[in-house]
Nanobody, 122 residues
Framework: QVQLVESGGGLVQAGGSLRLSCAAS????????MAWFRQAPGQERVFAAA????????NYADSVKGRFTISRDNAKSTVYLQMNSLKPEDTAVYYC???????????????WGQGTQVTVSS
């Protein structure tokens, strides 16, 4: 079992930045691909970014490419999402997810955090 806890959400003005963190416990993360998903009000949860177990491969949704950066520190069992140039349409609950994989899958993750709210004001 892997337990995931997100932090770092909050309220920010458009054009601003936030860094989300996802702390994992229960297992070493070195075998797990990690991802961030987001769910806007009234919408389905969608993929935002993923990083491979080694950290060498990264994958981004077109909507965040060039603005968001996913990274990981396996020694700290933590994954990060640096979000720059935030837009009101980035407002959502952001979820961290994990699965045993060598790649950067956009779906079928096994473990999920409880989510952290990000609100971008215009």
């Amino acid at each position: 079992q892997v337990q995931l806890v997100e932090s770092g959400g909050g309220l920010v003005q458009a054009g601003g930045s936030l860094r989300l963190s996802c702390a994992a416990s229960g297992r070493t993360l070195s075998s797990y691909a990690m991802a961030w998903f987001r769910q806007a009000p009234g919408q389905e949860r969608v993929f935002a970014a993923a990083v491979s177990a080694s950290g060498g491969l990264k994958n981004y949704a077109d909507s965040v490419k060039g603005r968001f950066t996913i990274s990981r520190d396996n020694a700290k069992s933590t994954v990060y999402l640096q979000m720059n140039s935030l837009k009101p349409e980035d407002t959502a609950v952001y979820y961290c997810a994990a699965k045993i994989s060598r790649g950067t899958s956009t779906s079928r993750y096994d473990y999920w955090g409880q989510g952290t709210q990000v609100t971008v004001s215009s």
